[in-house]
């Protein structure tokens, strides 16, 4: 199967699983009387919004192995990524931008890739 292929499989899954919380979500209560955690039957749209974030964190990870080529680099992100959210992912950014040479335009950090491991 190829990158193509699993990418494909993995945001399909993604948009149809969002979409179907978001449908039942719906069903329970409209999303303009969520008060977040105060009470029943809140945690609904509390949890969607979990799932969103975490997809997205899922997400940006995907972007991670194509910039990281080793294996260790990439679990160690995947995990900081889970457990620091947007903080982790802020720092990335951070990090591939200061890795950039002199000169060289931000949005290189978009498809340069690591050098491989040896």
């Known amino acids: 199967m190829t990158n193509r ?4 499989i993995l945001f399909a899954a993604i948009l149809l699983s969002l979409l179907a919380y978001t449908v039942w979500a719906s069903n329970q209560q ?3 009387q969520w008060q977040g955690w105060a009470r029943e039957p809140d945690r609904y749209w509390t949890i969607a919004t979990l799932i969103d974030a ?3 964190f ?3 990870f995907v972007w991670v192995c194509f910039k990281e080529r080793g294996l260790l680099a990439r679990i160690v ?3 900081a990524i889970m457990a620091l959210g947007n903080m982790a992912m802020a720092s ?3 990090w591939q931008l200061h890795k950039l040479p002199p ?3 931000a949005s290189d950090i978009l498809t340069s890739r690591a050098e491989p491991v040896r």
């Open 58 to 60: 899922l997400t940006f």
């Open 103 to 105: 000169g060289a335009p």
């Open 30 to 32: 409209p999303v303009w």
């Open 5 to 8: 292929a699993l990418l494909q």
């Open 54 to 56: 975490y997809y997205a």
């Open 77 to 79: 992100w995947f995990v």
């Open 92 to 94: 990335y950014v951070l």
